[in-house]
C-alpha cells in the first residue's frame, strides 16, 4: 500500500542529505555568512557537535529571524533568472532548515537598519524563543549538540572531524582574501588573493594565469587539492582530469566564469557542477601546456636541409633514463617512452602517405561504397564492385576489424590506436650518436608531453633547487 510518510519524517529524510556531517553543516554557515557581504568572519569549533560562525554583514531583520529556519525560505533569489544568474553560495533556502533538524540551534542577529537586534532557539525543528536580544551588527549562528536525535551519525563521527572543518574554513578564507577570518584563533587579514593563498598554507606556490583562470601549484609537497568555480569549492571531473595529467601533487585553481554557464543545482551539497562552456576546460589545457610543456623547438631551412635548435642539450644515458637540461631546468626522460613517442609519430606518418608494408586479405573484405575516400587514406588497395568495395590488401599495422568500423570513426582515430598497437621497443641505444640520433627525433615530435599511452614522458627539476641543497648559487 502506497501512502504518504507523516511530515515529522519527511523532515529528518530531507534534512539529512544536507546536514550529513558537522563539516557539511559548518560549511553552509559559513557561505551563509559570506553572503551577507561581511568584512569579518569568526569560526568557534568547540567540538565537531558545538560550534559557532559569526560576521559583521547585513544582518537579519528581527520578524524574519523564524522564517529564516522555513524550509525554502531565502532572500537571495526570488525567479528562474535569479538562479540563472547566481552570485551568491546558497539559494535553496534550505540550509537552516535543514540544520535545524539535527541540534539545539541559537541565532542572535541585528540587521544594519534595526536598533534592536533579536535571538531564536530552535531544537530538533521547534522553535523554542523568539524575543529581542541586543546584538551587535551581523548575525551569530551557534551550533550545539548536533545529531541529538540522530545517534547512530553521532556514534559514526570521525576524531579527525575537527582537523576537516578547520581545513574547510581556511579554503573558504583562501578564496575570500577581501574578508578577515578568525579560525579558532588563527587570524587572517583582508589581502591579496597571492597574500591570503600564502598565508592560509604556509608555503611557496607558484603562480600562472589566464583570461578566467587562476591556478596555484607545487610539484614538490602535497597540502591541498581544491577547485574553486566563482568561488564555490567543486568537483569538476573534467579539470581535475586535466591537472593529474600534469602531476600537480598540490594546487588551488579559481575559475570565474558567468552564471549562465553553469548549474550548481545538480546535488544537496552544491559541490558538483555543470559547466555548459567547453572553452573553458581548453583555457586550462592551454595554460598548462604553455606552463609545463617543453620548451619550442625553431625549425629552420639550411640551403637544402631542414635543421632545428632546442634549448634543451643532452647529458647522458644510464639506460632507463635519458638526462638533459636547459638554463633553468633538469630533465629525466623516460627512455623507454622516448622510443614509443618517436615510433608512434614515425608510423602514424608513414602510415598517411601510404609508405608501409601492405598484408593481403585472404578472404577479400567487402565494404560500404561511402568509405572508399577513407580507405585512400589509410592506404588500402581496393577495388570496386557494383555498389560495393572489395578490399585487397591493407597496411600491415592495421587489422580488418579497423576497416569493419570505419563508416562509424576517423581516419585520425583507427589510424592512432593502430600505431599504438604496432610501437615495439624501438631504437637500441648503444652509443653516443645513437642517443643523439633518438634525442634530436623526439624533440621534433607533434607531442612530447605524454607517450602514445598517455603517460608522462619526462619529470622536470628545476637547478636552482639542485644547486641549494649543494650550496651553490644558480
Same mark, same amino acid.
Given at each position: ?31 551563509n ?10 569560526v ?19 520578524r ?17 533568472e ?36 533579536g535571538?531564536l ?9 523568539h ?20 545517534p ?16 574547510l574554513?581556511?579554503?573558504?578564507a583562501?578564496a ?24 592560509v598554507?604556509?608555503k ?7 583570461e ?12 591541498v ?7 564555490r569549492?567543486?568537483v ?33 551539497t ?57 638554463h633553468?631546468?633538469f630533465?629525466?626522460?623516460?627512455q ?15 602510415l598517411?602517405?601510404g ?22 587514406e ?9 555498389? !560495393?568495395?572489395?578490399?585487397? @590488401? ?5 587489422? /580488418? #576489424?579497423? *576497416? $569493419?568500423n &570505419?563508416? %562509424? ?7 592512432s590506436?593502430?600505431? !599504438?598497437?604496432?610501437?615495439? @621497443?624501438g631504437?637500441?641505444?648503444?652509443? /653516443? #650518436?645513437? *642517443? $643523439?640520433? &633518438?634525442? %634530436?627525433?623526439?624533440?621534433?615530435c ?21 644547486y ?7
Amino acid at each position: 500500500m502506497i501512502k504518504r510518510l507523516p511530515e515529522e519524517l519527511i523532515k529528518i529524510i530531507s534534512s539529512g542529505q544536507i546536514a550529513y556531517s558537522p563539516k557539511a553543516v559548518l560549511k553552509e554557515l559559513l557561505e551563509n555568512a559570506l553572503d551577507s557581504n561581511p568584512l569579518k568572519v569568526k569560526v568557534d569549533i568547540s567540538s565537531p557537535l558545538s560550534f559557532s560562525v559569526s560576521d559583521d554583514g547585513e544582518g537579519i531583520r528581527y520578524r524574519e529571524l523564524p522564517l529564516a529556519v522555513e524550509r525554502f525560505a531565502t532572500s537571495k533569489v526570488n525567479s528562474l533568472e535569479d538562479i540563472k544568474n547566481l552570485k551568491t553560495y546558497g539559494f535553496r533556502g534550505e540550509a537552516l532548515y535543514a540544520i535545524s533538524q539535527h541540534c539545539r540551534l541559537t541565532i542572535k542577529s541585528r540587521h544594519a537598519q534595526e536598533e534592536v537586534g533579536g535571538i531564536l532557539k530552535v531544537e530538533g525543528g521547534k522553535i523554542k524563543e523568539h524575543r529581542p536580544y541586543p546584538f551587535s551588527k551581523g548575525t551569530k549562528v551557534e551550533v550545539n549538540d548536533l545529531f541529538f536525535n540522530a545517534p547512530v551519525r553521532r556514534r559514526s563521527l570521525s576524531k579527525r572531524e575537527k582537523g576537516r572543518m578547520v581545513s574547510l574554513s581556511r579554503l573558504y578564507a583562501a578564496a575570500n582574501p577581501e574578508v578577515e577570518f578568525l579560525i579558532c584563533r588563527e587570524r587572517f587579514y583582508r589581502s591579496s588573493l597571492k597574500e591570503r593563498v600564502f598565508r592560509v598554507f604556509g608555503k611557496e606556490f607558484k603562480f600562472v594565469q589566464g583570461e578566467r583562470v587562476k591556478l596555484f601549484y607545487s610539484r614538490e609537497f602535497s597540502s591541498v587539492r581544491q577547485l574553486f568555480l566563482n568561488r564555490r569549492p567543486v568537483v569538476v571531473p573534467e579539470v581535475e582530469e586535466i591537472l593529474s595529467q600534469n602531476r600537480l601533487k598540490s594546487y588551488l585553481l579559481f575559475i570565474e566564469v558567468e552564471p549562465s554557464v553553469v548549474d550548481f543545482n545538480i546535488s544537496p551539497t552544491k559541490e558538483r557542477v555543470l559547466i555548459e562552456d567547453d572553452s573553458l576546460f581548453e583555457e586550462v589545457r592551454e595554460l598548462l601546456k604553455e606552463e609545463f610543456s617543453l620548451p619550442k623547438v625553431l625549425v629552420f631551412k639550411e640551403s637544402s636541409k631542414v635543421n632545428y635548435y632546442s634549448p634543451i642539450e643532452l647529458i647522458g644515458t644510464d639506460g632507463t633514463v635519458i638526462v638533459a637540461h636547459d638554463h633553468e631546468n633538469f630533465y629525466f626522460f623516460d627512455q623507454h617512452l622516448v622510443h614509443e613517442r618517436v615510433n608512434y609519430e614515425e608510423l602514424l606518418k608513414l602510415l598517411k602517405e601510404g609508405k608501409l608494408k601492405r598484408v593481403n586479405l585472404v578472404p577479400p573484405l567487402l565494404v560500404e561504397a561511402e568509405v572508399k575516400e577513407k580507405l585512400k587514406e589509410l592506404g588500402a588497395l581496393f577495388r570496386e564492385e557494383g555498389s !560495393k568495395l572489395v578490399v585487397e @590488401a591493407i597496411p600491415e599495422i592495421l587489422e /580488418v #576489424e579497423d *576497416l $569493419k568500423n &570505419l563508416k %562509424e570513426e576517423t581516419v585520425d582515430s583507427i589510424a592512432s590506436r593502430a600505431c !599504438k598497437r604496432a610501437i615495439k @621497443a624501438g631504437y637500441r641505444v648503444v652509443n /653516443v #650518436e645513437q *642517443l $643523439k640520433e &633518438l634525442f %634530436e627525433k623526439y624533440l621534433c615530435c607533434k607531442e612530447r608531453e605524454v607517450c602514445p599511452h598517455g603517460r608522462p614522458i619526462y619529470y622536470k627539476l628545476e637547478k636552482k633547487k639542485v644547486y641549494r641543497e649543494i650550496g651553490r648559487k644558480l
